[in-house]
């Protein structure tokens, strides 16, 4: 069975973008079943998080995905400022390559703890050390994961994490981050839509 991971961000866009990001995850995991897919986020989502990863599998799962990298459009009144006249809010989707394909993240440079998960996250948290932190010793960057069920499968989010953290490291280092990110943003709002949702309820809008 295909499995695929995605990654939804807001691109460095404004609280709007973010909001689109969480509502963006629950059209897709409701537009799955009907593509012959399953898609569920990795983790429990923040209410508005700047970025999400998501699993998609299945053996509908390339044609889903592919129809749905790129940038994505939606059109709707700003939920945090009413009076606003913006109504396109754009956010990115890209897929996640396997950790194993990056020569900057080698395995031997991982540090992994296991620990007690905390918080909200299903009747395992607190009941197993589940959890675990992986710290990349070159970089000092840290990435935890505590949603999934068992600690291989939150290594395997963890390092996830941490290839993303370094993705956006490099991304830092090559211009000033402010820059950067708004960079991003334009380059989204200049790209050309592969698909267009509007409305609260995030339907698919007309011709998509």
């Keep these: 069975m295909s499995e695929i991971i995605l990654h939804l961000s807001a691109g460095g866009g404004p609280a709007e973008c973010r909001w689109v990001v969480a509502r963006l995850a629950r059209a897709f995991a409701r537009e799955a ?3 012959d897919a399953t898609c569920e986020p990795l983790e429990a989502p923040d209410d508005d998080p700047p970025s ?4 998609v599998a299945g053996p509908g799962a390339e044609a889903f995905v592919q129809a749905r990298t790129g940038t994505i459009l939606w059109t709707g009144q700003s939920p945090f400022r009413p009076t606003h006249k913006r109504r396109n809010w754009f956010v990115g989707v890209a897929r996640v390559l396997a950790t194993d394909e990056s020569e900057e993240l080698r395995d031997t440079d991982i540090d992994y703890q296991a620990m007690r998960a905390s918080g909200p996250g299903g009747q395992h948290v607190n009941k197993t050390d589940s959890a675990v932190r992986a710290t990349h010793r070159p970089t000092g960057l840290v990435a935890m994961s505590q949603e999934q069920r068992s600690q291989h499968a939150n290594r395997r989010v963890a ?8 993705a956006e490291r490099r991304e ?6 402010r820059r ?3 960079d991003r943003n334009r380059a989204l709002e200049r790209g050309n839509a592969v698909r267009h949702y509007s409305g609260p309820d995030f ?3 007309a011709g998509r």
């Design 33 to 35: 079943p009907t593509c």
């Design 52 to 55: 999400l990863l998501l699993r």
């Design 159 to 166: 390092r996830l994490k941490l290839a993303l953290l370094l």
């Design 172 to 177: 830092a280092a090559a211009g000033e981050a």
């Design 180 to 182: 950067a990110g708004w």
């Design 203 to 205: 339907r698919l809008a």
